[in-house]
């Protein structure tokens, strides 16, 4: 039997929640609809700790605009944290300005600690995940300092990082390196690719990682994703997919249901 578990708010309280064929079932008994509840980031999260350029392909795709090693050295991963205000649950809306030209989705594997990790070997780093989930992880291009070291208004936007729906035990994946990562918008295939292509695969993270910060249970690692990015607009409904993790669904919306007139900056 799965143990995946969701966190949702439904009539004033807080609820764990498990998957069932009709939607989902609450720790009391009661099973809802997906739409009769509010969803959560699917357990309580720590440090967020982001991956850019971190699968082959993307790294090809933006080629033109990056600045690489050239003397054949491997690049560190490219490493920022985001606050907590950027997340929000499976079904939840995603705010996108109405001066930008380039907002794009991310599909990404997430991995949860699950113990204390400090100067933790690459052979001993998967004993430290506690499970996985999805992340949409979205990006306005036109905010970027540059195309290769992202920015707070790039990156930590509120409600810019979709988490969920569901916890996934890390006993539950067999491999997280063989894993197809999906993307459709309003229903057609936009992106597509596998976490067999990451550049510095889940044991390299967070041995890098934990060789500077000591890594907490409840921290998430966003480890990148591949190429097919494309630009999304208001009414766009997104949806992540990692097989054998979940299925993760966003709608983009415009800056009116954020109280903000059309006059105003949008930034």
Known sequence: MSRRTARVAFGGALHTA????????????????????????????????ALGLNYADHVKELAKELTLATDGAKDEPLVFLKGPGA????????????????????CELAVVIGAPARHVHAADAMAHVAGYTVCNDYAVRDYLENWYRPNLRVKNRDGGTVLGPWFVPADEVPDPHALTLRTLVNGRVTQQGTTADMVNDIPALIEYLSSFMTLQPGDVVLTGT????????????VVCEIDGIGRLVNTLVGDDLFGIPSCASTT
């Open 87 to 106: 997340l929000i649950g499976h079904r939840g809306q995603t705010r996108r300005p109405q001066d930008v030209r380039f907002m794009h989705y991310e």
């Open 18 to 49: 498990t998957p069932h064929p009709q939607g989902l079932r609450l720790a009391d008994g009661r099973v809802l609809g997906e739409e009769a509840v509010v969803w959560l980031p699917p357990f309580e999260v720590g440090t967020i700790i």
């Open 226 to 237: 591949p190429d097919g990015v494309v630009n999304v607009n208001v009414g766009d409904e």
